[in-house]
């Protein structure tokens, strides 16, 4: 059903992928949009390693909500800053990329769950946290992605 990879030699571990899932905190999220014209959105997530899916938040109107209502297949890609190479201009920068099925949390604490995991990636302010919580969580939707399908690669941008 996925595609191997083509440039195999440049894929890099399963473990290597977690890693990038877990340590960066922003990616690209693609769904089928307005038309069938692709909708890509930068993203904060959330990796989950025990349960092997990303978690996301955001509004519960809009057009990435829309796109998961008509069809709930997806795509995410997280990339991290790269490594410049000595003497050279070029960088070499690890990727990867998800395939998987959305779905809305339609659970109020798990949702402020979510939230709270995203959060603490960003700031470790608890108070803030609770302030932000009380503000805002009754207009938050949070969507899980359970990961279908998972490659990553290294590149060299020369």
Known sequence: MFRKMRRFK?????EECIEILS??????LSVI??????YGLPLNHYYDKDKNCIY???AKEGH???AIKNNNKVSFCVFEKGVKRQDHWSYDVRSVIIFG???????????????????WRFNNDKKELEEEIN????????IKVDIEHMTGKKINES
């Open 56 to 58: 996301f938040h955001g």
């Open 10 to 14: 440049q894929e890099i571990s399963k």
């Open 23 to 28: 340590n960066e905190k922003r990616g690209v």
């Open 101 to 119: 099925k959305a779905q809305f949390i339609e659970d109020k604490d798990e949702s402020i769950k979510i939230s709270s995991n995203i959060w």
């Open 135 to 142: 503000h805002s969580a009754s207009r938050v939707m949070c």
């Open 64 to 66: 990435k909500v829309d």
């Open 33 to 38: 949009g307005d038309d069938g014209y692709p």
